[in-house]
């Protein structure tokens, strides 16, 4: 016999006691900690959907009333006014001398005091004038007798009007509405106008076309050479030293912060260069060297994602390196490509850093014209109204945000639009 004794066999009792006490807390624990998890994430959800929910409607609820404005009716003598003018020489062609020369507002006092007992600046805004300067010139025969005529109130009697305001204007606001001398409807100067001091006179359009041409800048110079950077540098560069720099250099261009970019635009647009201070020109290429990096980053990984039998089938029917690129891979990539573009694009559409340091915060009471003419844009417009004393500027601040997020949603409609028509090509 061996003098090896075998070792007894050692038998595993019951591995896995599917119906033991054991296994059926360790099963209760897991199942619970799995609803403990969903628990937690649709708290985070809902958390985020309040707090999506709130600013939605603290934004919405301030900013319809900035699209509106109250009226007051006045009732103006002309021929008993102080406003000597011939509706003859409003025809002609010195109409715009003569209505310079004219004191509307003494018109308005003078209306004001008769019909209220009230002066004009307690009842009736700084445009009223104006108000009444454009309606005397567009029709001329106003000035041959007693007209009736809704001018803009002034701030705290439309504040009355919408909400709630002081006593004083609460007390002027009932008097009005008691003979229905107030009225409150659209106001089509907020969406026609530029800035000004007074908040029933202000108006997003300036801001707006301000945003639209710096957008058009910045998209015309960015797009191109971002996506024929990210092409070069996956099609053609050769892996080396230089490349892993610029790569490098790439990524940490799309991290840094952006009011560094207004520095440099600051120093090489306006201080190098020479280019005219506030415009939208400086204001599309400071935001086109931010968006860069992101279109790049974009691009690579949307042309690294086309798959390479792709390229390896192009080549075997005797394509070259170019047409494969541009016939095949671009228009494969070009979903993704613009997915990255936009989210770029809507970034530098919500900075305010950037262009506060090339000087875009200036006081821009027109439109501007063209790409070189001084300019404003809407964050830096909502940036600026916020600072203000007057309350009436709270609803407009809330209404410039609604047309931003507005700009901003039409621009994510068109990218999602594009980007599924490509895909439906392929």
């Given amino acids: 016999m061996s003098s090896l004794a075998l070792a007894p066999e050692t038998v595993d009792p019951t591995p896995t006691d599917w119906a033991g006490a054991e296994m059926r807390a360790r099963i209760r624990r897991r199942y619970g900690a799995e609803r403990l998890f969903k628990l937690i994430g649709l708290t985070a959800i809902l958390i985020s959907a309040g707090f999506l929910a709130f600013l939605l409607v603290t934004m919405v609820g301030n900013g319809a009333r900035g699209f509106t404005q109250s009226e007051v009716r006045l009732d103006v003598d002309f021929?008993?006014?102080?406003?000597?003018?011939?509706?003859?020489?409003?025809?002609?062609?010195?109409?715009?001398?003569?209505?310079?020369?004219?004191?509307?507002?003494?018109?308005?006092?003078?209306?004001?005091?008769?019909?209220?007992?009230?002066?004009g600046p307690s009842l009736f805004s700084q445009g009223a004038r104006l108000r009444l300067r454009d309606a005397v010139r567009d029709d001329p025969d106003l000035l041959s007798g007693r007209s009736?005529?809704?001018?803009?109130?002034?701030?705290?009697?439309?504040?009355?009007?919408?909400?709630?305001?002081?006593?004083?204007?609460?007390?002027?606001?009932?008097?009005?509405?008691?003979?229905?001398?107030?009225?409150?409807?659209?106001?089509?100067?907020?969406?026609?106008?530029?800035?000004?001091?007074?908040?029933?006179?202000?108006?997003?359009?300036?801001?707006?076309?301000?945003?639209?041409?710096?957008?058009?800048?910045?998209?015309?110079?960015?797009?191109?050479?971002g996506v024929l950077s990210a092409v070069y540098l996956e099609e053609y560069a050769l892996r080396n030293r230089w490349t892993d720099i610029i790569e490098v250099s790439i990524n940490n261009l799309a991290a840094v912060p952006s009011i560094i970019f207004g520095l440099l635009g600051l120093a090489v647009f306006l201080n190098f260069m020479h280019l005219p201070r506030s415009a939208p020109l400086v204001g599309g290429l400071t935001l086109a060297l931010m968006t860069m990096p992101v279109i790049v980053?974009?691009?690579?990984?949307?042309?690294?994602?086309?798959?390479?039998?792709?390229?390896?089938?192009?080549?075997?029917?005797?394509?070259?390196?170019?047409?494969?690129?541009?016939?095949?891979?671009?228009?494969?990539?070009?979903?993704?490509i613009l997915t990255g573009t936009i989210i770029g694009m809507a970034r530098a559409l919500g900075e305010t850093a950037p262009l506060l340091m090339i000087g875009m915060r200036a006081f821009i009471a027109a439109p501007p014209g063209g790409l070189s003419e001084p300019a404003t844009a809407l964050p830096v417009q909502i940036f600026l109204w916020s600072d203000e004393v007057s309350r009436g500027f709270v609803e407009k601040t809330s209404a410039a945000i609604i047309v931003l997020l507005a700009f901003l949603l039409a621009m994510n409609g068109l990218a999602i639009y594009l980007r599924n028509r490509f895909e439906t090509r392929w």
């Fill in 297 to 336: 980053i974009a691009g690579r990984n949307a042309i690294k994602s086309v798959p390479p039998s792709i390229r390896d089938a192009a080549l075997g029917v005797g394509a070259s390196r170019v047409q494969v690129v541009f016939h095949h891979v671009l228009p494969l990539a070009l979903p993704g």
């Fill in 79 to 119: 021929p008993r006014s102080s406003l000597f003018l011939d509706p003859a020489a409003l025809r002609g062609f010195g109409a715009a001398q003569a209505l310079a020369g004219a004191d509307f507002e003494r018109v308005v006092n003078e209306a004001a005091t008769a019909q209220y007992g009230q002066s």
């Fill in 148 to 225: 009736t005529i809704w001018l803009p109130a002034a701030t705290a009697i439309d504040i009355a009007a919408k909400s709630s305001g002081t006593a004083a204007a609460e007390t002027a606001y009932d008097r009005l509405a008691a003979v229905e001398a107030i009225r409150t409807g659209l106001n089509w100067s907020f969406l026609t106008g530029a800035d000004s001091t007074d908040p029933t006179l202000v108006g997003i359009w300036g801001a707006f076309k301000g945003s639209l041409l710096t957008m058009i800048v910045t998209i015309v110079l960015a797009f191109p050479i």
